[in-house]
């Protein structure tokens, strides 16, 4: 990508002629200016650090006669050498008593890029000079470019880092906006169909998020957006702003832009990538601007992929869960099932509520990781545990069922599973937890308390207690749910529980106000799936139907 010789290494070029001879400069100004050069003067050292320290615009080469008055030429060398600001600068030095083998020797050593001695032929010096700055404008565009493509290459990972559609307009905002030192606006179309652009400004500006902010603008509503047909690969347009609607104003100095549109797959959106046109000049300009367009357009493949395949993913899990909860004259139930964020994997958390003869079975259970092997599994589980509780099945016999079950079709993921049955003629709870979170119980008078009894997780092959019972009279409130809801990093579990249980102990009677004030005492931080069932015991004298 680095180009070869170009025009721009023999232009004219700003020097700086460090002399104390008046006649000297005079010569030196002479030459330099008939080739088109401009000069700018000191008589001394210390003047010409001074104009070096206080110029707007650095000149591109320095020439220091060896000899001054103040100090040597040698020592401005140094001095401009070990200065960042001007260690690029360019020094040619020149002597017309210095002019041994040791003196060129020292001169070199001390950082001198080349060494003349007077008299000097014209076409010698303004050809030393022409090499110098070749050699030097070679190694800042060199230099330029390296650091261009260390920005690009940080700016690619912020694109395939990034968790959305919006993250990924900012992320190609703010990397053009850095790696072409100019405003950058980025305009996708999302995975679902939505537009989602943003900007990005500030020339040299560091990769936060502190110069980057969405905007509302279409990639669609852009002209050469249409005209891309379905080609893939890039486009490099120039356009007027105002031909894209919406357009930030004042984004341009004369408001014509440079368009970059990409396309990574056949029948995708493209995206759309604009920086001012000023901002594309060369070459490795246009090229830097459709890598990172390209970059743009893969990493939206990317996140589209992912997106299809967790929304199959996702609506496979939520395929297994019951689709209404049954009317029971025992209990009022309600349930709340939050998946993870869109960027997390799906997991196997699941429940179930079920009329048996006899009763009312509750479950709440998680199968262990996130994978759609885990809600694969979760739905196997669900499906069986529903065919056992029909067949009369207790809550400890369906986990010694379900465990063999796992043994049987060789699972590798364990789960946490806690079943509650409603016993319709004694009103009992009979509980049986296979190390699944404690459901809580508060019972008329406010008393809240954890039911602790339970046996071993499922799929270890380890034999399961008796079921416990626990009187709940009318009144009482049942939670049970996943650790989605209270587990946090950094935060014990069981302070969790202990602030859930202070928690439902101020809240009210209803089961729907129940789960929603859990929700808000916890909310949800999108790293787990929730399942969540509050049950409000009400004992009504009937039995069941089937």
């Excluded at 080349?114 to 076409?123: K, N, Q, R």
């Excluded at 999302?190 to 980057?212: L, M």
């Excluded at 025992?330 to 997390?344: I, K, M, N």
Aim: aromatic share 4%.
């Amino acid at each position: 990508m680095i180009a070869g010789p170009s025009p721009s290494d023999h232009s004219p070029a700003r020097v700086l002629v460090v002399d104390d001879n008046p006649t000297n400069r005079y010569v030196l100004r002479t030459t330099l200016s008939r080739a088109g050069h401009t000069v700018v003067e000191a008589e001394d050292g210390t003047g010409a650090l001074a104009l070096l320290k206080d110029a707007e615009d650095l000149p591109e080469v320095a020439v220091v006669d060896v000899r001054l008055p103040d100090m040597t030429g040698f020592e401005v060398c140094e001095r401009i050498k070990a200065d960042p600001a001007t260690a690029a600068l360019p020094v040619l030095h020149v002597s017309a008593s210095a002019i041994t083998v040791d003196d060129r020797t020292q001169g070199l050593n001390r950082g001198a890029d080349a060494y003349l001695t007077e008299p000097i032929a014209p076409d010698e010096l303004l050809a030393t000079v022409t090499a110098t700055l070749r050699y030097a404008r070679a190694r800042r565009r060199a230099e330029r470019l390296a650091d261009r493509l260390l920005h690009l290459n940080e700016a690619t990972l912020l694109l395939y880092s990034a968790d959305s559609a919006a993250g990924v307009a900012r992320a190609a905002a703010r990397g053009a906006a850095i790696v072409l030192g100019a405003p950058a606006v980025a305009s996708i179309i999302s995975p679902h169909g939505e537009p989602a652009s943003a900007a990005g400004g500030g020339a040299g500006g560091q990769a936060s998020s502190d110069n980057v902010a969405d905007v509302r603008l279409d990639a669609r509503d852009l002209p050469p957006y249409h005209e891309f047909g379905d080609r893939t690969g890039t486009r490099l347009v120039t356009v007027h702003a105002r031909e894209w609607p919406g357009f930030p104003q004042g984004f341009a100095p004369r408001d014509r832009i440079a368009v970059a549109v990409a396309r990574a797959k056949p029948g995708r959106q493209p995206v759309c990538l604009a920086v001012p046109a000023e901002a594309v000049s060369t070459p490795d300009d246009e090229q830097l601007l459709a890598q990172l367009a390209q970059a743009c357009a893969l990493a939206l493949e990317a996140l589209r992929s992912y997106t299809e395949e967790h929304d199959l993913a996702l609506t496979l899990q939520r395929s297994f869960l019951p689709e209404t909860l049954p009317d029971s004259h025992l209990a009022d139930l309600a349930v709340r099932y939050l998946p993870a964020s869109d960027h997390a994997e799906i997991g196997g958390d699941f429940y179930e509520a079920l009329p048996t003869r006899g009763g009312l079975l509750l479950a709440v259970g998680d199968v262990a990781g996130h994978s759609l092997d885990a809600a694969m599994l979760m739905g196997q589980v669900r499906h069986a545990l529903r065919a056992y509780a029909i067949e009369g099945h207790p809550p400890h016999d369906i986990l010694g069922r379900l465990d063999h079950l796992l043994a049987a079709v060789r699972a590798r993921l364990t789960l946490t599973l806690c079943i509650v049955f409603i016993d319709e003629a004694t009103g009992l709870l009979h509980i049986a937890n296979a190390g699944h979170l404690p459901p809580l119980l508060r019972t008329p008078d406010g008393n809240v308390r954890s039911l602790d009894e339970h046996g071993p997780l499922l799929g270890i092959g380890l034999p399961h207690p008796v079921s416990t019972a626990v009187e709940a009279p009318p009144g009482s409130i049942l939670v049970m749910t996943t650790d989605g809801l209270i587990e946090r990093r950094h935060e014990h579990l069981g302070l969790s529980l202990e602030r859930m249980e202070s928690v439902l102990g101020g809240l009210p009677a209803d089961a729907e106000e129940i789960c929603d004030g859990l929700l808000e005492a916890f909310p949800p931080n999108g790293e787990d799936d929730i399942a969540l069932m509050a049950v409000r015991m009400t004992g009504a004298p009937r039995s069941l139907t089937l």
